[in-house]
Structures are given as structure tokens and as C-alpha cells.
């Protein structure tokens, strides 16, 4: 069965402070993929990033980073340097290869980002 | 940049009435999706669409749920005889291609059901 635990509910930091939200996935398929989105307080979810499974090289994207480990099932995601703006609901979702299209989404981690 | 649009932003309703959610996917998308977030909560499947039917659809999607392709352009999800666990936002996405590729979904701005 496919899973995404965000065990982060809720992360507070101060504006310029590096954070990590934890994403730990489950699935028994050798071939899947990989997501964060981004939901702002206005709802929308905002396509961050998508990893395939064959594909472990971490990603480095402005202030954003992502370490895919799969030895420990993990995706974890980096801000550095956090803004203000940077304050949302961050999703960590799957997607198995085998079968139908859709995306597992983990419960999310809310960021407040304090000025 | 194209984008997945939804309309309308906000929908009231009463229980026992039907509603109808509509999007505009991508243009050159094959792929579409409708996808709900009950307050508070993760994101849910509901359904996915291909060639002019359903390719999959989750438990959520019940009996008074239904969508189509009207015309080349709009993809719809009606709700029959809404309850108040409908309350929810209702996300559509698109995808270029589907199973396989793994192609990336991109999401719509979500319509916001209150059903009163």
C-alpha cells in the first residue's frame, strides 16, 4: 500500500532561519514518483518538484533543496534562508508507476514563517 | 504560462441539491483529475479521466458523483444531491501524459463547496 507521513504538523521559525519539513514514504513498487506542492493561504497548490525513483542526485532549486534518500524512504525539503512569504500548507505526495495516475498526498506540514 | 482554471471560486448550496464544478485543463493535456480537501485535511483522490472515461476512481467517488467532457475544452464534476460532508475544496488538475510517464499534475485555484 502506498503512504505519505508528514509526522510535522505544524514548524514556526524566525524570517532567515533554514528549516526542513520530513516527508517518509511507503510503497512496494520499484518505479515511482515523487512531489511537493505548495499550498499559499489563498488555496491554491503551487508544483514544486518531481523525483523519480531511479533518480536520487538531491535537487537544488534557489532557496529550495530536496534530499531524496531511498536507503530510509525519505524526501525531505529544504528552505534556506526563509521568508515571510514562504509561510503556506507544504504537501509531500506519491505516485506509483504501476497502475492508475493518481497522487497520494501526505497530510501536509504548515509553516509560519515569523517576521 | 497555461494553467488549470475552475470555476466558480466559491459555490453555497443547500443539501440535496446537485452542483456542478467546471475546469479548463491545459490545453494539450490527455489527462484530467478531480481531487477534494475537506478543511484542514490532506488532499484526496476522486477520480481520473482519459480518452472520454474513467480510468480510476477512489471509494470517495460514489454513486452521486459523475464527471464528463462536455466539449473539447471543459471538464466537469457534478455532485447529485449534495450532503454537508461535500463541504469541501474540489481541485481539478491535467497532465500531458499518464500512467508510465508519470507526468507532473498541475493544479487549478480549487472551488470551494458549502453545502448549508
Known amino acids: 500500500a502506498q503512504k505519505v507521513t508528514q509526522a510535522q504538523t505544524e514548524i514556526s521559525v524566525v524570517e532567515k532561519e533554514d528549516v526542513t519539513l520530513d516527508c517518509v514514504y511507503e510503497?512496494?513498487?520499484?518505479?515511482?514518483?515523487l512531489f511537493w506542492y505548495k499550498q499559499p493561504p489563498s488555496g491554491e497548490l503551487v508544483f514544486l518538484i518531481r523525483r523519480n525513483s531511479f533518480d536520487e542526485q538531491n535537487e537544488i532549486s534557489g532557496r529550495y533543496s530536496w534530499n531524496f534518500q531511498k536507503s530510509t524512504s525519505s524526501f525531505n525539503f529544504t528552505i534556506t534562508a526563509s521568508q515571510v512569504v514562504d509561510s503556506a500548507v507544504y504537501f509531500c505526495a506519491l505516485s506509483e508507476a504501476q497502475g492508475d495516475d493518481k497522487i497520494i498526498f501526505g497530510k501536509g506540514t504548515r509553516l509560519h514563517i515569523l517576521p | 504560462e497555461p494553467e488549470v482554471t475552475q470555476t466558480p471560486s466559491h459555490q453555497v448550496t443547500q443539501m440535496g441539491q446537485e452542483v456542478i464544478l467546471r475546469c479548463v485543463p491545459i490545453s494539450n493535456h490527455l489527462y484530467f483529475y478531480w481531487y477534494r480537501q475537506i478543511l484542514g485535511q490532506k488532499v484526496e483522490f476522486l477520480v481520473s479521466f482519459y480518452n472520454n472515461e474513467i480510468s480510476e476512481k477512489s471509494e470517495i467517488f460514489d454513486d452521486q458523483f459523475s464527471v464528463e467532457r462536455p466539449d473539447g475544452s471543459n471538464f466537469t464534476l457534478k455532485i447529485r444531491s449534495t450532503k454537508l460532508e461535500d463541504s469541501a475544496m474540489y481541485f481539478c488538475a491535467s497532465s500531458e501524459f499518464g500512467t508510465g510517464s508519470k507526468d507532473t499534475q498541475y493544479f487549478g485555484p480549487g472551488t470551494r463547496l458549502t453545502v448549508l
Open positions: 510503497t512496494r513498487d520499484t518505479t515511482y514518483y
